[in-house]
């Protein structure tokens, strides 16, 4: 009886722990890491080379896994030019290295998808690179009034007075450096402020002229012990919002119809009134007016450019994740995404709500700020940077943008693993890039 | 004998402190760099073949003073160009016995720093390569500013941030003077130092250094008296120093040898600017 109670016991005991095992192999717990590593430095390859790449990957699931890993090669607007498969197999809590290789592609920028498809396990790991990046050639739209129009809008910025007011901010100022808050007026007699802060001791201050991102409002930059920064809000921005306030999320959508009442109309004059801020006023607050840098990120970064190109009273330029770059193809681009990326998603509502405002109509409008257009006119040397998984400013886009430069002293640095925002090396290498342009010692 | 223990250690000590101005950064694509400095050194006793000390005697002493001036280039963001010359006066008394002081310019050298490899760009490993030029003759004035050969210098050079804001300054080097008994010589130095606040205006560092000569042939001639061909010092100096603005900063160093074998043993302290521009 004891016998038969001991194996009744054992059975139920087995019934009872098998459903449990059973589950535990239907539905196995564990996680998968997915280490990729370029073949190239910063994904930058040649178009004569092969596009590589190492996957280091990691189990740690109980389980076998078996599957395959597939690699697709597309190009920016998702067609697919090259795909391949290989079998994966991994053991318990195994690992595995697996080399891709992909044939040399001509010049551009590809989307690299690695797809693991295993028993247990489905993801893809999305990477970008950039082939031959100085050889891509894209479009130009530019209308053949284009510099009459902003020579006008220059000649008629001319006849604001700017009513220049600087204050000196006690609170945040320091013992290192001097805060200022300056108020001027712009185009159509708009006023905008900036932040001017300057190093207490010395004098003769090279500039890093900082114009904003996307409703970003500029702050006093008081980190910089080499320089005298002047950050401008220009209007619509931060402090500069009296008489021009938009929404914020249609900012870049007044008067869109109208190129000459739109927003950046003002606002590209305002950063040439900026900079005519720093001119007239430099040797009062210890700046050396013979050594300025325009320099700004995203809606700063055409910012930037645009002052450069407009006023060769800039030595030097900077910026980074270029927004509007190209906007032809950032907008073909940005809608090609399964969600239309930002800011094309707000111009893509715009025209389906204005039917008559037609996508030809509001392209060609924007040639007339395009940075591509201007961008040819800097003579001075120009770093830029940008995030190879950028979607706000597509990487070829800022390319095409950048083969336009005419001046050979150019550059770029790529943040491979970046979407719209740079790593801490190219933050490190702009610094001495701005001592070495402006003069700085190091 | 001890009149050339004394003098050839400064010598040693001059073209030390001339060449360590700017460490191992790049100075950076056009930009320069200007130092000048005056050095004061004294010494009395010295540490004799088998590096026991030994001690001068009353009335034995050796005073020297040297105005140096330092100055770099930066070619391109990796390639500096450097150079540098000194003039010095100093007085030998042995006991009783006053000899003539002396004053001229001593050796100038000219080199090339170059940047191998950095790391985040916040520590650099440089190579850099000097000629060391006399500009004074041993054989016709009697002058004993150096070795009055012509020498070159090769070393690598690591410097950059240590811990927080704290850096350091590691060289070593070889230096060979172009004369049939040499000597060969192996140069050496660790700096760490750090800033003291946050803008760096105020900063405080140690180094320890010293050169390791050899010779195969161990003769002083008479032509040549001040030649140390075999023997050893270690020197450590702290420095402070201080930043009026980016371009000009003052520094202080004090010095003493503190190990050593056929040398002087001494001490001093150099005062020097730096102009960046």
New interface residues.
């Given amino acids: 009886m004891l016998r038969i109670s001991i194996i009744l016991g054992a059975i139920l005991a087995f019934a009872g722990i098998s459903p449990a095992l059973a589950q535990e192999e239907a539905d196995p717990k564990g996680e998968i890491f997915i280490d990729t590593k370029s073949g190239n430095k910063n994904a930058v390859y040649t178009d004569q080379s092969s596009i590589t790449y190492k996957l280091a990957v990691k189990s740690t699931y109980n389980v076998k896994q078996e599957g395959k890993l597939t690699y697709d090669l597309l190009t920016d607007d998702w067609k697919k030019v090259y795909t391949k498969s290989v079998s994966v197999r991994l053991g318990k809590k195994g690992s595995g290295t697996y080399h891709v290789r992909i044939p040399h592609q001509a010049a551009g920028v590809y989307r690299v998808h690695f797809s693991f498809n295993l028993t247990y396990y489905d993801d893809t790991v999305k990477r970008v690179v950039a082939v031959s990046p100085e050889k891509i050639k894209t479009e130009s739209f530019m209308p053949a009034d284009f510099s009459e129009f902003w020579s006008k809008s220059k000649d008629q910025l001319a006849k604001v007075a700017p009513d220049y007011k600087v204050t000196e901010d006690n609170k945040q100022s320091t013992k ?1 450096v001097t805060v200022y808050k300056v108020e001027m007026r712009s185009w159509n007699n708009v006023p905008i402020r900036g932040w001017l802060s300057v ?1 207490t ?2 004098k003769n201050w090279p500039v890093i002229y900082k114009l904003p991102g996307y409703n970003i409002a500029m702050k006093p930059e008081i980190d910089k ?2 320089f005298a920064v002047f950050t401008l809000d220009v209007r619509g921005n931060g402090m500069s919002r009296d008489i021009v306030a938009p929404d914020p999320d249609r900012y870049n959508l007044t008067n869109v119809e109208n190129r000459d009442l739109y927003i950046y109309h003002g606002v590209y004059m305002d950063c040439l009134r900026g900079l005519d801020f720093i001119m007239a006023k430099g040797a009062d607050y210890k700046m050396n007016t013979s050594r300025v840098c325009a320099y700004g990120g995203s809606q700063g970064a055409t910012l930037a450019i645009v002052t450069a190109a407009l006023d060769k009273r800039i030595t030097a330029c900077t910026f980074e994740l270029p927004l509007y770059a190209d906007m032809h193809d950032a907008y073909r681009i940005g809608t090609s995404f399964p969600k239309t990326t930002w800011p094309m998603n707000r111009f893509q509502e715009y025209l389906k709500l204005h039917r008559t405002y037609t996508q030809q109509r509001f392209l060609s409008m924007w040639d007339y700020y395009d940075p591509q257009n201007f961008i040819s006119r800097i003579k001075v040397p120009v770093l830029m940077g940008i995030g190879l998984l950028d979607e706000f400013c597509p990487p070829r886009c800022s390319f095409g943008m950048y083969n336009k430069l005419t001046t050979d002293q150019k550059e770029y640095v790529v943040a491979p693993d970046k979407a719209h925002e740079m790593n ?2 190219y933050f ?2 702009q610094l ?1 890039w701005f ?2 342009s402006l ?4 | 004998m001890k009149k050339t223990y004394l003098l050839s250690v400064f010598t040693l000590l001059m073209i030390s402190c001339v060449t360590r101005v700017y460490a191992g ?7 320069h ?1 200007f130092t000048p400095s005056f050095t004061y050194y004294t010494s009395k006793n010295q540490w004799d073949r088998q590096g026991k000390k030994v001690d001068g005697g009353s009335g034995t002493r050796f005073n020297a003073y040297s105005i140096g001036l330092f100055g770099g280039v ?1 070619l391109s ?1 990796r390639l500096d160009l450097l150079a540098s010359i000194n003039l010095t006066s100093q007085s030998s008394r042995i006991g009783s016995d006053k000899l003539p002081a002396t004053t001229g310019l001593g050796d100038a050298t000219l080199g090339l720093s170059y940047n191998l490899a950095h790391w ?3 520590r650099f490993l440089s190579v850099q390569g000097t000629v060391i030029a006399p500009l004074y003759t041993v054989k016709n004035t009697g002058n004993t500013f150096g070795y009055g050969v012509l020498g070159a210098e090769g070393k690598l050079m690591y410097s950059g941030q240590l811990v927080g804001m704290s850096y350091i300054n590691l060289e070593g080097g070889f230096r060979r003077y172009f004369d049939e008994k040499g000597p060969n010589q192996i140069v050496y130095s660790l700096t760490v130092g750090s800033p003291l606040d946050s ?2 205006k105020n900063q405080l560092s140690v180094d320890v250094g010293g050169v390791s000569s050899k010779s195969a042939n161990e003769t002083i001639t008479p032509v040549n008296p001040n030649l140390v061909y075999d023997g050893y010092y270690i020197k450590g100096s702290l420095n402070y120093g201080h930043k ?4 000009v900063s003052l520094f202080g160093s004090v010095f003493t040898t503190l190990a050593g074998r056929n040398a002087a043993q001494g001490s001093g302290f150099v005062i020097f600017g730096i102009y ?2």
């Avoid at chain 2, 950064?25 to 930009?31: A, D, E, L, S, V």
Wanted: hydrophobic content about 25%; charged content about 40%.
């Fill in positions: 290192d190093p001791e010395g012990p080499d801490f090396d490190m290498f001495l001592k070495e003069r700085a010692p190091n | 950064w790049p100075i950076g694509k056009y930009r760099i930066g963001r985040k760009y916040k803008r760096k009026f603005t980016n371009k960046k521009f």
